[in-house]
């Protein structure tokens, strides 16, 4: 069973601060209240009551009274954030439309002499957000050998991505994922990483809580320590990202060797 903190963490991938996510919290667990009582409950000023609840009425999290005083009721939590999935997916489906037109605007303005995008570059990726996009590009634009190791905390907040996709349509490619992760992992965790749709996945005790991801001879992203935290908004954690083929190289070899004496983890076989 998930803690108090953990759900208030999950929940700011749905758009709540941590004020908010603390109030639908109060409210769930009381059914309906009034402001003052929440207030009183909370320690939090009413004022402040007021507009997180304003900001939980337009997602759809919290319905209320016109009465006096106003009554305050969360909505059924599967049926609220169902509600704010939908209108994520329907703003990105806008975004999509649009990405192609925007694109053909903005080259006008490159620099054809620019011949960085074609040298060896490498530069910091910082949010997760962020770095679990350029992950799903990596491995989603290879046509070879894609290593992904690090912790199956990771790899949780993973399956929670556009990641099973990439990794499908990747395979469909003919690229072959291999996973490395932690070897004390729960049965439950392994099942959940599964879904992932790898083609192999390997256990391993991990020297730390770092994550590598590298497409073979193509590209490298390297993160130092990540939290074990849920969420997938974390603006913390950073990595390195690079295409040069020297480093590549380097970390190729010990991908390959952590692979060569990792215990390996039997998965029924997939259908590309």
């Not at 758009?15 to 009582?37: C, F, K, P």
Request: glycine residues 4%; aromatic residues 6%.
């Amino acid at each position: 069973m998930s803690s108090q903190e953990e759900i208030i963490s999950t929940l700011v991938d749905f758009g709540l601060e941590r004020d908010e996510s603390m109030l639908y919290l109060a409210l769930t667990q009381a059914g309906s209240a009034t402001v003052n009582t929440i207030s009183a409950k909370l320690g939090v000023d009413k004022g402040k009551i007021y507009r997180s609840l304003h900001k939980l009425q337009n997602l759809g999290l919290v319905a209320t009274t016109f009465s006096n005083p106003t009554i305050c009721q969360a909505i059924d939590p599967e049926e609220a954030l169902l509600t704010i999935l939908e209108r994520k997916n329907a703003e990105l489906q806008s975004i999509q439309k649009t990405i192609k037109k925007v694109a053909k605007e903005i080259s006008q303005f490159k620099n054809p002499h620019d011949s960085l995008s074609q040298s060896q570059s490498l530069y910091v990726i910082q949010g997760r957000p962020n770095i679990y996009a350029r992950i799903g590009k990596l491995i989603e634009e290879s046509f070879k050998t894609v290593y992904i190791v690090t912790t199956s905390q990771d790899l949780m907040r993973m399956y929670y991505t556009a990641m099973p996709e990439k990794i499908k349509a990747s395979r469909k490619n003919g690229a072959k994922i291999r996973i490395i992760t932690d070897s004390d992992i729960s049965y439950e965790s392994l099942n959940q990483i599964k879904k992932l749709g790898a083609d192999e996945i390997r256990l391993i005790t991990l020297p730390s809580k770092s994550r590598m991801v590298l497409s073979e001879n193509e590209r490298l992203l390297m993160s130092g320590f990540i939290n074990d935290s849920m969420s997938l908004t974390d603006e913390i954690d950073s990595s390195l990202y690079t295409n040069s083929l020297e480093i590549i190289n380097n970390i190729h070899f010990l991908c390959e060797h952590l692979w060569a004496i990792a215990a390996p983890v039997e998965i029924k076989s997939q259908i590309r």
